[in-house]
């Protein structure tokens, strides 16, 4: 019998959020209590406000509701249809949103993605307000690993988090990891993080909390962060950044530094240079919409949370099993050609590119961190 195919899959699998995030690449709809027993979504990168009656129970339970009977956001029903149409594949899940564990629904989906694939292909990607009033027991039980993002929101310059994001994360993360979790922080860098005072006191942080790994990432400018493109590092600041973080690791032997992507390109070690083209895309990973658009990445969101264009839709993954829309003779046109921009960020080069058709696109050689006369050191 072959081997069954590999693949991550991260699954937005919800849009609600208690944060508001300025740089929120999924442009996650924001949830708040109003007065009057009623609950307000703020969407369209936080400037369209709704309010809606409470139904009964929580403001993020009535919010689902709202979406569900929309179409916005799948049902329950559906969420577990997913995981059928994993069948197949060894599949591993990055679950995350939004804020995942807000809702009962989606401890559901958790444990039965547990129990299907392993409690070690599954990974959360959540808040510490989200699991507030839930059992961290319960959470520890089902997942191999904790994924938080953390930028440190009490250094004057991380100004792009709400009051208490970052805090809220790393206790969560505290408790996990005395759990017996592995716990990974994630840091997208934005051009305020790249001083020496910054990134020590963001990785001592972790040190001290006994954080296992830190993934270093892009600022990507989809969702909110489209509005914030002036903060992403030059090349010039990202190797800096990733040198200061090297000796970091070096000196405090953890947590362990990786790179995110089309980073690794500039991180100039034995490993890296071996790796080969270090975009996962369609050959290994996809992004799945709260509402079940599979995406060929998880970042290709547009401005207000919809998919980036048609060329990164595959199908719905809710309606059709994995295996049917991976096989679709277009996917397999693309995945013989991802190599053609290998390096390359393939959204950054789709949001660069000058190509006419989207497909020529998402394969130029546009990415600025390699591309141009300035070679990346351009912010926009």
């Not at 699954?11 to 209590?33: G, S, Y």
């Not at 703020?42 to 129970?57: D, K």
């Not at 599979?294 to 809710?318: D, H, K, Q, R, T």
Request: proline share 5%.
């Amino acid at each position: 019998m072959p081997e069954p195919r590999q693949i991550d899959l991260i699954w937005n699998l919800t849009r609600l959020c208690p944060w508001d995030c300025a740089v929120c690449c999924v442009d996650a709809v924001h949830v708040t209590k109003s007065a009057g027993r009623r609950v307000t979504l703020r969407t369209e990168a936080l400037t369209s406000q709704v309010t809606i009656p409470a139904n009964g129970v929580n403001a993020f339970e009535t919010a689902a509701a709202h979406y569900q009977s929309l179409g916005a956001e799948m049902s329950l029903v559906e969420k577990l249809r997913v995981l059928d149409h994993l069948d197949g594949f060894d599949a591993k899940l990055d679950i995350s949103g939004g804020d995942p564990l807000t809702l009962a629904e989606n401890w559901t989906v958790l444990e039965a993605a547990a129990a299907r694939f392993g409690r070690d292909h599954v990974t959360v990607t959540a808040t510490g307000r989200g699991v507030a009033t839930r059992d961290i027991r319960r959470l520890a039980r089902n997942i191999g690993e904790f994924n938080f993002s953390y930028d440190l929101a009490t250094i004057p310059q991380a100004s792009d988090r709400p009051a208490g994001y970052s805090i809220s994360n790393l206790a969560l993360a505290r408790k996990l990891l005395a759990e017996g979790v592995h716990v990974r922080a994630e840091l997208p860098l934005r051009e305020s993080h790249c001083s020496r005072e910054f990134l020590r006191a963001i990785y001592l942080t972790l040190t001290n909390a006994g954080v296992q790994r830190l993934l270093v990432m892009r600022l990507f400018p989809v969702g909110r962060g489209t509005l914030h493109v002036d903060a992403i590092p030059s090349r010039s600041e990202y190797v800096e950044a990733i040198a200061m973080l090297r000796a970091l690791e070096h000196e405090f032997r953890g947590p362990v530094v990786s790179l995110q992507c089309a980073l690794r390109s500039l991180d100039r070690t034995p490993t890296t240079a071996a790796a080969g083209n270090p975009c996962d895309l369609l050959a290994h990973s996809l992004g799945l919409m709260a509402d079940g658009t599979l995406l060929l990445s998880p970042w290709a969101i547009g401005s207000f949370g919809e998919p980036l264009s048609a060329a990164w839709v595959i199908g719905n993954l809710a309606a059709t099993p994995l295996k049917a829309l991976l096989d679709q003779p277009a996917m397999d046109t693309l995945r013989h050609n991802l190599d053609a921009n290998s390096g390359h960020c393939k959204i950054f080069a789709y949001i660069h590119s000058g190509e006419a058709s989207d497909r020529a696109r998402l394969l130029d050689r546009s990415d600025p961190l390699y591309s141009g006369d300035a070679v990346g050191e351009t912010r926009r």
